[in-house]
């Protein structure tokens, strides 16, 4: 509750925030705003990981603001960075639509304000030095039952970031140690997505939710590919098929918003400042 000590965590924050705007600037050619929330999720590129789900929720902020819906809409800074697999076709197109997400996002003027994106390429230990203290909000969204107990997660939470996730791996454990109330969690459970599966209908998902088929019909338009004809026509149809082991149509809206609920708490600089110690202290747990 000490302020000073608030300024304090504030400050180091901002230093690190600095040198992260600095790497992104240098390998990606990206302007990033300190005064914006730093969303990072830096991981190995998969589908399970859902780095998907991540852009989806990218495109329905960019569709918000071309629409003019700003309203309490919190300017964000989104970097998504790892590597695929040589052979993981559908990885390899996955980072090829954040680029080109990105591409239109950081062109758009009307973006400039409120988004920016980047994709960091040769995502490695020295680049997770500077992204892991300057991170703000740790992407932890993997589709329950999928993730193992990894440290990623942690180390992130060690420097005071905070976890929006599923729950799921090492994120059950993150939870109980600094309760709900400094944790976004969204989404279906292990047990829930297992019983899903056997009614699961992602066309009617995308049908009664407005966001959701706005997304997708912005990719399958070809915005964000005009010259590069139906290049994403594989991910929209993993989206679509009933067989889609991720769940990403599922978890959309819950992931918009909990996204919605980390914009509320970051503007509420005293609350989100003590989110972020809280998040430090409670993480010698896992030291």
Not at 32 to 43: G, S
Not at 114 to 123: K, Q, T
């Amino acid at each position: 509750q000490d302020d000073d000590f608030h300024q304090q965590w504030q400050n180091c924050k901002l230093a690190g925030k600095r040198r992260l705007r600095q790497l992104i600037l240098e390998e990606c050619g990206v302007d990033f705003d300190t005064d914006m929330l730093f969303d990072i999720q830096v991981k190995r590129i998969h589908e399970y990981k859902r780095q998907l789900l991540n852009i989806l929720h990218v495109i329905h902020l960019y569709d918000r603001i071309i629409k003019g819906d700003t309203y309490a809409m919190q300017p964000r800074c989104v970097l998504i960075g790892g590597k695929a697999a040589p052979g993981y076709d559908m990885a390899k197109k996955i980072i090829k639509l954040i680029n080109n997400v990105a591409r239109v996002i950081n062109e758009d003027p009307r973006a400039t304000p409120w988004l920016r994106v980047a994709f960091l390429p040769n995502y490695r230990v020295s680049s997770m030095e500077v992204i892991c203290a300057g991170a703000e909000l740790s992407e932890q969204i993997s589709t329950a039952g999928k993730e193992a107990s990894g440290t990623g997660n942690m180390k992130f939470m060690m420097n005071g970031a905070i976890t929006i996730g599923t729950y799921d791996g090492a994120n059950i454990e993150i939870l109980d140690a600094v309760g709900e109330e400094n944790f976004f969690l969204f989404g279906l459970k292990a047990n829930q997505v297992e019983s899903l599966r056997k009614s699961y209908n992602p066309l009617q998902l995308i049908s009664d939710n407005e966001n959701l088929a706005r997304v997708i019909h912005l990719i399958e338009s070809g915005h964000f590919n005009l010259f590069e004809t139906n290049l994403f026509d594989s991910i929209i149809g993993a989206i679509r098929h009933p067989d889609d082991p991720w769940m990403t149509a599922a978890d959309f809206e819950s992931f918009v918003d909990a996204q919605e609920r980390v914009g509320r708490a970051y503007s509420e600089r005293e609350q989100w400042t003590r989110m972020s110690i809280l998040n430090t202290s409670r993480s010698s747990h896992f030291s």
